[in-house]
Nanobody, 120 residues
Framework: QVQLAESGGGSVQAGGSLRLSCAAS????????MGWFRQAPGKEREPVAG????????SYAGSVQGRFTISRDRTRNTVYLQMDGLKIDDTGMYYC?????????????WGQGTKVTVSS
């Protein structure tokens, strides 16, 4: 089971950028997918971006399309989330995830979270 460690969260003004990093202990046969979920205050955890590791196919929530980009560095076992044009509604706790697919019930490893706060 892969172990995940996130970094890169912080506080930024609307329109700014952040780059989140997720370092994985290793890629395994079960770790076919890695991505990012977020949980806003009082809301359920939701997927925002993901990448299928074998082929590099990516997927994004509609609310972040065109603003967020997920990428990977195989040599470092690291997945990144570049977040541009941040909005106040992007505020929340961001969790790195590994599993077999996009849905939360397909995730078997979670990071502890990194907080993103966007203000005006």
């Amino acid at each position: 089971q892969v172990q995940l460690a996130e970094s890169g969260g912080g506080s930024v003004q609307a329109g700014g950028s952040l780059r989140l990093s997720c370092a994985a202990s290793s890629y395994t046969s079960d770790s076919r997918y890695m991505g990012w979920f977020r949980q806003a205050p009082g809301k359920e955890r939701e997927p925002v971006a993901g990448i299928w590791l074998a082929g590099g196919t990516t997927s994004y929530a509609g609310s972040v399309q065109g603003r967020f980009t997920i990428s990977r560095d195989r040599t470092r076992n690291t997945v990144y989330l570049q977040m541009d044009g941040l909005k106040i509604d992007d505020t929340g706790m961001y969790y790195c995830a590994a599993g077999t697919g996009w849905c939360a019930n397909e995730i078997y490893s979670w990071g502890q979270g990194t907080k993103v706060t966007v203000s005006s």
